[in-house]
């Protein structure tokens, strides 16, 4: 059996030690995806500031619509006369009770196009909130992708070194049965102890690394890791080149598109401080009706209608302004920069995660041959050993030699695996849609329509 055939069956033996009771279905790497997609908080979290971003939509459009007023009023109110009758004066006294309702109407025709801009930077705001949902989609994907290999790497690791403790023992039990009849001396004897007991803290010590990694497993998916299958890199799924790896990069991912929604909010900004200096024009209607009952029983009434457009020209109001404008500008080109480093860090990381997978790459062949041939030193050392020819401890160092190279195949195949979901993450094509998960996908557009042009309500779309 060649080196990455018995690794291949050490990852599969090793699958059984993931497994909890009960569970006779193997798990794999697409179905834990979907499930971190599905029941991860931090996700679900990040929608809903979604959903807050779209509502800032219709706030800015409430300003192209009416506003309405309706007023109403009562009270007593006590009038006192005097009157000159003659040399006299003659006082009366009666009380009235005024009423009256009212209603005002007011529509901004003109605001030195506050509205328009303010609507351009709150959809602006939900594209970015948007682009941050992704960033988040990724992050969860990525990191159960990681913490899903980490088991089945840590798994196989455990077997390699229960495989070990099991050869050592048997090193041993043939090294003091060599004793007893004169071949070897007690210093070979000691050396086989001394490296069973460093084989049975090794096995401990991956027994506790993969206690880690189940646990983690179980924060970031949500369940216990039931029988793990191995899983397989995404190449396909990623550009073929690095310049192609790098273009992506620098427009499809979230960051980057996040930061470039940013700098259109703050221009926004800037055109919606310079609109407090043009004057705003309004269309005013108010109507009212008053009744004033008075002792006698009658009601006067008066009733007004009045239409009225308004213009306002600011003149000077001390100042803010100005200095809002100024403070706006400063803000884009901070925005502009923030976009710039983005940019560089993109750039950086998928140079970075290109490196990393082709290493796991020419890692996974160097160690499969590393792998073969400690198999074949090993079994000519112990025939040697047997002979007379070797030593005890050449036995034990090369059997350390092939635990070695097992544990770096492991560990190269899971960075292989990992980097290509790294690499996927780093142009911005780590998504459900993108990988084909089988479960529903969230759409923020569907919470996006049901709320722009909504005129009133105070009922969510999920009926809240």
């Known amino acids: 059996m060649g080196g990455g055939q018995r690794i291949r069956a050490i990852m599969i033996a090793a699958a059984a030690i993931t497994g909890t009771s009960g569970q006779s279905t193997a798990d794999t790497l697409l179905g834990a995806l979907v499930q971190a997609y599905q029941v991860n908080p931090q996700l679900s979290s990040q929608r809903a500031i979604v959903r807050q971003a779209d509502e800032g939509v219709p706030q800015a459009l409430s300003d192209y619509r009416p506003r309405v007023n309706v007023t109403a009023g009562a009270g007593n109110r006590l009038t006192s006369q005097e009157t000159a009758v003659g040399p006299a004066l003659a006082k009366d006294q009666y009380w009235t009770h005024p009423r009256s309702i009212g209603i005002t109407a007011q529509q901004t025709l003109f605001n030195g196009f506050q509205t328009a801009n303010r609507t351009r930077a709150a959809e602006s705001n939900v594209f970015a909130a948007r682009e941050t949902l992704r960033v988040i989609e990724q992050t969860v994907l990525l ?38 009849l004169g071949e070897v001396t007690k210093t070979d004897v000691a050396q086989a102890e001394a490296q069973l007991a460093a084989g049975q803290s090794q096995m401990l010590g991956a027994d506790s690394t993969l206690t880690t990694s189940r646990a983690t497993y179980r924060r970031v998916i949500g369940s216990n890791p039931g029988t793990l299958e191995p899983g397989l890199p995404v190449d396909q799924l990623s550009p073929r080149t690095l310049a192609a790896a790098i273009d992506a990069g620098m427009i499809a991912n979230p960051s980057v598109r996040a930061a470039v929604y940013g700098v259109d909010v703050a221009r926004l900004q800037v055109k919606i401080a310079e609109g407090a200096l043009y004057p705003t024009v309004t269309l005013r209607g108010d109507a009212e009706r008053v009744n004033d009952i008075d002792v006698t029983g009658l009601i006067p009434n008066q009733s007004s209608l009045s239409v009225r457009v308004g213009v306002t020209i600011p003149i000077y109001q001390g100042g803010a302004e100005y200095s809002t404008i100024r403070q706006s500008k400063e803000t884009l080109t901070q925005r502009r920069l923030d976009l710039a480093t983005t940019r560089d860090q993109a750039r950086a990381t998928v140079v970075q995660v290109w490196g990393q997978l082709r290493a796991a790459q020419a890692q996974i062949q160097a160690a499969q041959e590393q792998v073969r041939t400690s198999e074949v030193a090993l079994n000519g050392v112990r025939m040697e050993a047997r002979a007379g020819m070797r030593t005890t401890l050449d036995v034990l160092i090369v059997q350390q030699n092939l635990v070695n190279a097992r544990v770096n195949l492991v560990t190269a195949q899971h960075d292989r695996v990992v980097g290509s979901y790294n690499l996927l993450s780093a142009v911005g094509r780590l998504s459900p849609r993108t990988l084909g998960l089988p479960t529903s996908i969230y759409d923020p557009m569907v919470h996006y329509q049901q709320v722009r042009d909504a005129w009133w309500g105070i009922r969510t779309p999920n009926g809240q």
């Open 143 to 180: 990191d159960a992708a990681t913490v899903y290999m980490d088991v089945v790497r840590d798994a196989a690791i455990l077997e390699v070194q229960r495989s070990n403790v099991r050869m050592l023992a048997e090193i041993l039990r043939q090294t003091r049965e060599r004793f007893k």
